[in-house]
């Protein structure tokens, strides 16, 4: 029984290395693309002129928080999603599934309240983009040894 709680908290432990990295990534990758969408997006392509935004007010902070916490769900679920294979498919579904989701519902959002879709699907592909940056890093992580992979093993 002990042997058995020891493993689970260890599994624990490994998960939420994989969370805390991908976190760490997406608000990296939330800071630059921010930076980008507003000093030079937003400034020299009209079309895209809502992605532009004030840093450090209160809508920033809480797009950063989201992604955060975003980048924690997902690196979690990563490493349950890939466990040992070496599938490419499932690797990147996981990282569609949260990058449409996530892309999919700013579109949504931007099509029934402004009709102007553009800039919501750039913010999509950003979103792809965030998470397929999170698990690259996890990728690399596991191949180092820093995060294991997810054993089913007990």
């Given amino acids: 029984m002990n042997n058995t709680s ?3 908290m260890a599994e624990r432990l490994e998960s939420l290395k994989a969370g805390i990295l991908a976190a760490l990534c997406l608000i990296l990758a939330f800071g630059v693309t921010s930076l980008i969408n507003s000093l030079v997006l937003a400034k020299y392509f009209p079309a895209l002129g809502r992605l532009g935004v004030e840093l450090l007010n209160l809508q920033f902070l809480v797009s950063g928080a989201i992604a955060t916490f975003s980048g924690l769900l997902f690196g979690v ?6 466990r040992q294979d070496q599938n490419p498919q499932l690797k990147n579904g996981g990282v569609l599934a949260f990058g449409l989701v996530r892309g999919l519902a700013q579109v ?13 699907v750039a913010m999509s592909v950003e979103s792809v983009l965030w998470f397929k940056i999170a698990a690259i890093a996890l990728d690399k992580a596991t191949q180092r040894g ?5 054993s089913s093993n007990f």
């Fill in 6 to 8: 020891d493993h689970l």
């Fill in 77 to 82: 679920t990563y490493r349950y999603i890939i």
């Fill in 108 to 120: 949504d959002v931007g099509f029934a309240c402004s009709g102007d879709v553009l800039p919501f």
């Fill in 146 to 150: 820093w995060v294991k992979p997810f």
